[in-house]
């Protein structure tokens, strides 16, 4: 796939970004590449940030920039869930905002209000607050991604900056960390002398033609699985995550060929778990697909508001559909090596499918951490 390289690099004139590791690293990669980078005060960047809001397609010319910046607020955030729906009491570091690649169903579009790409350089801000929120709870099992505002590794061939979380968790063994992508990229993992035992590399998975016609930029199905062979071979465990699910075009047909793909580059025991979440959106999320990208389909379907307010399928459409994506992996996984969970749906759906359910998100969230730390403490 190609890799993403801004037209101009905006950094903030301040010395933890200014002599920050990520910020050398950022132009360090773009060396000799006829690309401008600037040196401006935050009122500056501010003014700059409410006319590129103004451009015609603001979403898309805004990624040309690329803003290097500080975060203000807290790194750390809870993955935001609602009380109604079984979460997985997961953890995200907010190191970035915003991504090169193009999916028509991005939550991005409706939830950012800057529209350039965002890399947050303070990192000694973030690992002196890792340090004092991390500990604060001996017995908390944390799974902390860094693919919630971003991709995890759309910018790590400029940045880095997983390579750094990675070498800052290193003597931590007792946090999980997740690295969640649609790259095919894989140097960070494969360039070291022994895979780090509490990192997973996570994929996400979908129909061939979602793939095609609704994430664009992205890799492949197929060359997402390549590198996730990759990573396994130098030693590391790998997630799953078929999320959005969507009811495309001869569906089942579509779906199975990525399980079978899935299954030609891994072993049930390469994956520790597999999340499965149906398409939602808020309303301002349809306006902006229906303008961006008037070719896609997806959002002319039949949907109910959730508790959380969003849009999804009936209850037996999303039945329907994860009982075949689940069928298709048994095929596969005859002895359940893999866990696989609910991102984001009832009690009722749990029971009626998995024939289980979880009392509480934390319940959810232990199961998947254990899994992690066995697997590991085995290797
Ligand atoms: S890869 Fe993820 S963050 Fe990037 S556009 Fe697609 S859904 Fe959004």
């Known amino acids: 796939m190609i890799r993403y390289y801004p037209e101009k690099i905006i950094i903030l004139d301040d010395a933890r970004v200014r ?25 500056k960047i501010a003014a700059m940030i409410q006319d590129a809001k103004k451009l015609e397609n603001s979403y898309g010319e805004g990624k040309k920039t690329l803003l290097i910046t500080a975060n203000r607020g807290e790194f750390l955030k809870k993955c935001p869930g609602t009380n109604d729906y079984i979460c997985c009491d997961y953890y995200i570091i907010d190191f970035a905002q915003n991504c090169p690649m193009e999916c028509t169903y991005c939550i991005l579009q409706a939830y950012l209000n800057n529209p350039f790409m965002v890399v947050y350089a303070n990192i000694e801000d973030l690992f002196a607050e ?5 500990f604060a709870d001996p017995h908390k099992k944390y799974r902390i991604g860094t693919g919630e505002f971003t991709d995890s590794l759309a910018l790590e061939h400029l940045s880095e900056y997983s390579k750094i979380l990675m070498d ?21 993992f494969t360039n070291r002398s022994g895979a780090r035992r509490n990192v997973i590399i996570s994929y996400s998975m979908n129909a ?10 992205t890799a492949t199905i197929e060359e997402r699985l390549i590198a996730a062979a990759e990573c396994v071979k130098a030693g590391y465990k790998i997630t799953l995550h078929f999320d959005p699910i969507i009811d495309y075009d001869d569906f089942e047909t579509e779906m199975a060929l990525t399980v079978e793909l899935i299954f030609k580059y891994l072993k049930p025991r390469d994956i520790l778990y597999i999340s499965l979440g149906a398409f939602r959106f808020i309303p301002a999320l349809a306006e902006i697909i229906a303008l961006r ?46 866990e696989i969970y609910f991102c984001m749906e009832s009690p009722e759906m749990w029971n009626a499918l998995l ?25």
């Open 168 to 188: 800052y968790f290193s003597d931590k063994p007792q946090f999980i960390i997740e690295f969640k992508s649609k790259t095919d990229y894989v140097k960070t």
């Open 208 to 217: 061939a033609n979602v793939n095609r016609f609704e994430e664009l930029k």
């Open 130 to 134: 890792l340090n004092s929120r991390l």
């Open 293 to 338: 990208f008037p070719k896609s389909r997806i959002i002319y379907n039949e949907f109910i508001k959730g508790y959380d307010k969003k849009s999804r399928y009936f209850r037996f459409k999303r039945e329907k559909l994860f009982a075949s994506v689940i069928d298709s992996i048994k095929k596969y996984d005859t002895a359940s090596e893999i």
């Open 355 to 379: 024939k289980k359910a979880p009392r509480s998100d934390e319940e959810l969230g232990g199961t998947l951490y254990d899994k992690c730390r066995n697997c590991f403490k085995a290797i």
């Open 19 to 43: 002599d920050s590791i990520i910020t050398k690293n950022i132009l360090s990669a773009v060396e000799g590449r006829n690309i401008s980078v600037s040196y401006f005060c935050e009122e």
